[in-house]
């Protein structure tokens, strides 16, 4: 079983070294290869829609990166580079997509359903706590089903 | 009552997930929309397939509408395209223009040699470049652009007789209306 386990880890770091020999970018310092990093990260491929352009080995994402290290070479900012990807290809391209009218629902969509939620055990439990002592005779033993 | 709201809850659940399924069938998950109709079709300068010589340039197109239709002699989907322009092609009313996207040269020649060629006109963007400028990210796509270099319609992927008639003819056929 470890020997099994090794040769996993061993060929996931084969695959590692590949992925990296295989699209060199001369970046200028480790700082800028961090920013490239990060952005790359948060930039959706449009190919294999759940990857983004950091991971994925479409031909596409590839050229997409390297026409971020271009970007980047000439000065953009991380903004200004997002910002040419949406003229193109819309805001899918973003894993952040930004807060506007048709996507209030995916921000606050969750915290609405949380205080829902919440307010559903907050009426639950006082319901509970009033006839625990008032209602208690006419109910039936406590038959485990409550929920 | 109050036992029943888990049910009604799971009800919900079960009606929210029935949505999502029929909503993914309804459209195709893939399709992103272009952020670039009516917006003007981006400069290019691209060589011609058969006379790499020669350029056309989006500025030489300008005056009349035409039809940008993205292939590559790679691209399996472009093959099940090509018999419907070959039939249609001609008949939809304006210019087709290929667009031979990351493709050899060689190979687009043979490949369009061997299946016919539909275009007016091939432009060749070996490197991807200008694709990039269009928002392309998966052949087959293909752009309506108007006289004033304004693109009115996308398609992608491949266009079928149906796409054809229902999206791309009556797109051609408000443009005409426009400029008589």
Known sequence: MRRVLLLVSMCLFACIAIAQAIDPLPFKDHAQEVRFQNLTRELRCLVCQNENLADSNADLARDLRHEVFNLMQQGKSDEEIKQYLVDRYSDF????????????????????????????????????????????????ADEGDDW | ????????????????????????TQHDQREVPSPLINKPAPAFVLPKLDDPAQ?????????????????????????????????????????????????????????????????????????????????????????????????RYKRIGPLTPEAIEKELKPAIAALAKESP
């Open chain 1, 93 to 140: 391209v973003l894993y952040d997509p930004p807060v506007q009218g048709s996507t209030l629902l995916l921000w606050f969509g969750p915290l609405v359903i949380l205080l829902a939620g919440a307010a559903v055990v907050v009426v639950t439990v006082r319901r509970r706590a009033r006839p625990a002592n008032a209602a208690m005779d006419d109910r039936p």
């Open chain 2, 1 to 24: 009552m109050s036992r029943l709201i888990p049910f009604f809850g799971f009800l919900l659940l079960v009606a929210l997930f029935g949505f999502g399924i029929w909503w993914n």
């Open chain 2, 55 to 151: 350029t056309v340039s989006r500025d030489a197109l300008l005056g009349k509408p035409y039809l940008i239709n993205v292939f590559a002699s790679w691209c399996v989907a472009c093959g099940e395209e090509h018999p419907v322009l070959m039939a249609q092609g001609k008949s939809i009313g304006v210019p087709v223009i290929g667009y031979n996207y990351k493709d050899d040269a060689s190979d687009a020649k043979n490949w369009l040699a061997q299946h016919g060629n539909p275009y007016n006109m091939v432009i060749v963007d070996r490197e991807g470049r200008t694709a990039i400028d269009f928002g392309v990210y998966g052949a087959p796509e293909s752009f309506l652009v108007d006289g004033k270099g304004i693109i």
